[in-house]
């Protein structure tokens, strides 16, 4: 990556970063894109360049994770298929990872329910959907290269990337609603066991 795609990678995390920090601190209806803006350093309308709503910036960092996981799968080529998807998954969601960093928060247990508030805002179910359903298309290519499928004929790409994506989605959900008392690498790991016990590739 060169250094202005790196800088925009940078800019894009930055603001949607702070679209999540604020709209868990304050509510979603009581976050302006100038805020968020300000808050990344930038002016509204860089934000503007890079988003078309305070929605799209939050959803950002689910959608930016969940496509490194097909980038990560096509880089695991001639491994087992769940051994492959797992281990992609797992590295998105590491607290270190480079998708996902973020400082610390001062009280993780207000910020949990802050959390919980924010992805059970309605405004943001529309576009929790767009992203989830682009994050899984390019999943299902990634499976279809590594299993020499065809994307457009066979089932089973698609079957599997809304299963990964299945898993992300159910074990955020657990672990939030659990008060965060499992981490979600851990409850991402038996999901997608259960999965590649009953999917095994073709």
Same mark, same amino acid.
């Given at each position: ?39 990344? *350093? ?35 080529? *001639? ?46 179910? *529309?576009?929790?959907?767009?992203? *989830? ?70």
């Amino acid at each position: 990556m060169g250094l202005r795609e790196r800088k925009k990678a940078q800019t894009h995390a930055a603001l949607s970063w702070a679209a999540v920090r604020l709209t868990v601190e304050r509510g979603f209806d009581k976050v302006k894109v100038e805020d968020i803006a300000e808050a990344a *350093g930038v002016s509204p309308r860089t934000f503007n360049n890079y988003f078309s709503s305070k929605a799209e910036a939050i959803v950002f960092r689910h959608l930016d994770r969940c496509l490194r996981v097909a980038e990560a799968l096509r880089e695991r080529p *001639g491994e087992p298929l769940w051994d492959a998807i797992t281990e992609s998954v797992l590295r998105q969601f590491a607290p270190d990872a480079e998708a996902v960093a973020h400082p610390p928060v001062a009280d993780a247990e207000r910020w949990a329910e802050g959390v919980r508030v924010m992805v059970a805002e309605p405004a943001l179910r *529309g576009e929790m959907s767009r992203a *989830g359903a682009t994050a899984e298309a390019e999943i299902a290519a990634a499976v279809a290269e590594l299993t020499g499928s065809d994307l457009r004929r066979d089932l089973y790409p698609h079957l599997v990337a809304s299963a990964v994506m299945g898993a992300v989605n159910t074990a955020i959900a657990h672990h939030l609603r659990t008060d965060a008392a499992v981490p979600v690498s851990r409850l991402l790991t038996d999901a997608l066991a259960r999965f590649a016990a009953g999917l095994s590739t073709p």
